[in-house]
C-alpha cells in the first residue's frame, strides 16, 4: 500500500506543468481555470506566471506569520461569510428556474422604451471573413444571384470561412477597421458589399440590413435578449429579499440597529 500511495505520488507530480516548493499546478487545473468566465481572455502562459507569482508570495507570506495576524483572519471570516451567503443564494435563486415569458419580456419593452434608445449610430449586418479570397468572391457572386441565406448555408463547412455573423448588431464606434465602416456607410439595406480585404488573408463580405440613426427605438426583436437578462435580474433581487424576509419571520431573529 505504502508502495502504490508512493507511485501514485510520484505520478501527480510528475505531471505538474509549474512548482514552487511543495506546491504543484497541474495541466487538468489549468483547463479547469481558463473555462471559468472570470479568467475570459487570460492566455494559458498568463495564468501559469501570475499562479507562480503568487505562490511566491503566499509561501512568504506563511513565513513571516500573515496567516496568524489579527487583520488576516478578520478578512478572511468576512469572506467566508459573504462565500457562503453568495452560494446559498444561487442556491434558493436554481430552485426558482425563472424564464421571463413573452408577454412580460413585451409588457417591460412598451413600459420603458426610453431605456432602449440608441446612444449612436447603429447597424444591423450580415457579415462572413474568409481566409481565402477566391472562396469570398465565389460567395458574394452567389450571394449577389441568389440570396444571403442559401449561399452563406452553402458555405457552412467550408474551411475558408472563419467567422459568420447573421443579424449583428453594432454601434458605428464597434466597427472595424475603418475601411468596413466605410462600405457600411455606402450601402443601402438589403445591398451586398464587394469583397473586402482587411487584412493578410482576411477578407470579409457584408450585407447592410438595417441602419439605425442615434436616439432612435430598435425593433422588438433586437431588443429581447437585453430585456430578458434585465427580468431575470429583477426577480433574483425579489426571490432573495422574499427569501431574507422568510427568514426573518420563521426564526423570529433579533435585529436592531444602533445610531450614534
Known amino acids: 500500500m505504502l508502495s502504490l500511495a508512493a507511485c501514485s505520488e510520484k505520478e501527480k507530480t510528475d505531471k505538474y506543468v509549474a512548482k514552487v516548493n511543495d506546491s504543484y499546478l497541474t495541466e487538468e ?6 473555462s471559468n468566465e472570470i479568467y475570459s481572455g487570460k492566455t494559458r502562459e498568463d495564468f501559469i ?5 503568487r505562490e511566491v508570495l503566499y509561501q512568504q507570506a506563511v513565513k513571516e506569520g500573515i496567516l496568524k495576524d489579527d487583520l488576516f483572519k478578520s478578512l478572511m471570516e468576512n ?15 436554481d430552485k426558482e428556474k425563472y424564464e421571463p415569458a413573452e408577454d412580460e419580456i413585451k409588457e ?4 420603458h422604451k426610453d431605456e432602449f ?3 449612436d449610430y447603429a447597424y444591423r449586418v450580415n457579415i462572413l471573413y474568409f481566409s481565402d479570397f477566391d ?11 441568389s440570396n444571403w441565406k442559401n449561399s452563406s448555408n452553402m458555405m457552412k463547412n467550408d474551411p475558408s470561412v472563419y ?3 447573421e443579424g449583428a448588431f453594432m454601434y ?9 465602416l466605410r462600405t457600411l456607410a455606402n450601402l443601402n439595406n438589403d445591398e451586398i458589399s464587394v469583397v473586402l480585404e482587411l487584412g493578410k488573408s482576411n477578407y470579409a463580405v457584408v450585407q447592410l440590413l438595417q441602419e439605425f440613426e442615434k436616439d432612435s427605438l430598435p425593433p422588438y426583436e433586437l431588443t429581447k435578449g437585453e430585456i430578458k437578462e434585465k427580468l431575470i435580474i429583477i426577480k433574483k433581487k425579489e426571490i432573495i429579499k422574499t427569501q431574507i424576509d422568510k427568514l426573518i419571520t420563521d426564526h423570529n431573529l433579533e435585529i436592531k440597529r444602533y445610531s450614534e
Open 29 to 34: 487545473q489549468i483547463k479547469a481555470a481558463l
Open 49 to 53: 506566471n501570475e499562479w507562480i507569482q
Open 79 to 93: 469572506s467566508e461569510k459573504e462565500l457562503a451567503a453568495t452560494l446559498f443564494m444561487n442556491k434558493m435563486i
Open 108 to 111: 417591460y419593452y412598451e413600459k
Open 117 to 119: 434608445k440608441l446612444k
Open 135 to 145: 472562396k469570398a468572391v465565389k460567395f458574394r457572386n452567389s450571394a449577389v444571384e
Open 163 to 165: 467567422s459568420n455573423e
Open 172 to 180: 458605428r464606434y464597434q466597427v472595424e477597421p475603418q475601411s468596413l
